[in-house]
């Protein structure tokens, strides 16, 4: 079992020098939930903000709904069979 790690500040920071703090602060926010992702370092070069992510991934569910609406199409024409194995 790891030891209990010690809540001191390290010497560099004083008390004084952080302000106040203000109790609940960010409550309402938490409340309401959080989706926060983290996105690896590879992939958020692509992605420099919320907006950019947000816009692929639009993109990306329209295009796998299409994609599942012509299989479902083709499939009730008969022209896709599945093979059960």
Known sequence: MKAAKHEE???EYKREDLGKG??????KEYKKG????????????AFPDDASVNEALRSLIKI???????????RERGQIFIHDK
Not at 22 to 27: A, L, V
Not at 64 to 74: E, N
């Open 22 to 27: 203000i109790r609940g602060k960010y409550f």
């Open 34 to 45: 959080t989706n926060l992702v983290l996105l690896s370092p590879d992939v958020a070069v």
């Open 9 to 11: 500040m390290r010497k």
């Open 64 to 74: 796998a709904q299409q994609s599942t609406g012509l299989t479902r199409q083709r």
